[in-house]
C-alpha cells in the first residue's frame, strides 16, 4: 500500500556541521509534505513545509527539498546546535483537501555531537 | 504564542474502564484532529473534525472512541472500553484551515497508560 518512510532511524552528526534526513514517499497524489520535530515527551511541533509545486523551501537554518521523479523529499539542517537532538518526521498529504489527516513516517533520530 | 494544551499529561487506567481525554485547541482554528503514537511507532492519525462533526476518521477509531467539543474552546476524545492496545500517546492538534491550508500545530500529548 502507500506509505511514507525513512531511509535511516539514527542519524549522528558534530555540532556546527551540516544534516540531511531524508524521506521516501510512494504516493503520487500527495501534494503537500511537512517536516516536524519531536523532542522527547513534547508533541510534533512543526518545522517547514512545501507544496507539490515547488522543489525547495527554505526556512531559518532549515531547506526542505523535493523531488516528485523520484518522490523524494530531504531536510537540511545547517550548522547544527544541540537543540537539533530530536526525532524527525515527515508527513504527508494526499491531493484532495478538506480536513483529512496526515500520514506520518516512522521517524529518524538526529543526535547531535559535541 | 498560542498553544494546543492537553490534560491530562498522564492517565493510567484498568481495561475496560472508560477514559476522557481532553484537548483545548488553539482559539481561532476550526479545525481539530486526535491522532495517536504508540511507543516506538509511527505518528497515526484518528479523527478529523469540522463544524461540530467528524470530517475523516481512520480504521483505528472504531466504535468505542468518540469525540466532542462540548462548548467553545473543548474537545474531547472518549474511549469507553480501554484495551491494552490503547496504551499510546494520544496527541490533539488544530489549523485555523484544511490542511492545503496550513500544517498541524501539536499539543504535547497524553501518555495513556491501560492495565
Not at chain 2, 19 to 33: M, Q
Request: proline letters at 4%.
Amino acid at each position: 500500500g502507500e506509505s511514507v518512510g525513512l531511509h535511516l532511524p539514527t542519524l549522528s552528526v558534530q555540532e556546527g556541521d551540516n544534516s540531511i534526513i531524508n524521506c521516501a514517499y510512494s504516493n503520487s497524489a500527495s501534494d503537500y509534505f511537512i517536516w516536524y520535530k519531536q523532542e522527547s515527551g513534547k508533541g510534533p511541533q512543526f518545522i517547514i513545509d512545501i507544496r507539490s509545486n515547488m522543489d525547495k523551501r527554505q526556512g531559518q537554518r532549515v531547506t526542505v527539498l523535493l523531488n516528485k521523479t523520484v518522490k523524494h523529499l530531504s531536510l537540511q539542517i545547517a550548522a547544527t546546535q544541540p537543540g537539533d537532538s530530536a526525532v524527525y518526521f515527515c508527513a504527508e498529504k494526499n491531493a484532495g483537501g478538506g480536513a483529512d489527516g496526515l500520514t506520518f513516517g516512522k521517524g529518524t533520530h538526529l543526535i547531535i555531537q559535541p | 504564542e498560542p498553544e494546543v494544551t492537553q490534560t491530562p499529561s498522564h492517565q493510567v487506567t484498568q481495561m475496560g474502564q472508560e477514559v476522557i481525554l481532553r484537548c483545548v485547541p488553539i482559539s481561532n482554528h476550526l479545525y481539530f484532529y486526535w491522532y495517536r503514537q504508540i511507543l516506538g511507532q509511527k505518528v497515526e492519525f484518528l479523527v478529523s473534525f469540522y463544524n461540530n462533526e467528524i470530517s475523516e476518521k481512520s480504521e483505528i477509531f472504531d466504535d468505542q472512541f468518540s469525540v466532542e467539543r462540548p462548548d467553545g474552546s473543548n474537545f474531547t476524545l472518549k474511549i469507553r472500553s480501554t484495551k491494552l492496545e490503547d496504551s499510546a500517546m494520544y496527541f490533539c492538534a488544530s489549523t485555523p484551515r484544511d490542511l492545503n491550508g496550513s500544517p498541524l500545530h501539536f499539543g504535547n500529548g497524553t501518555r495513556l497508560t491501560v492495565t
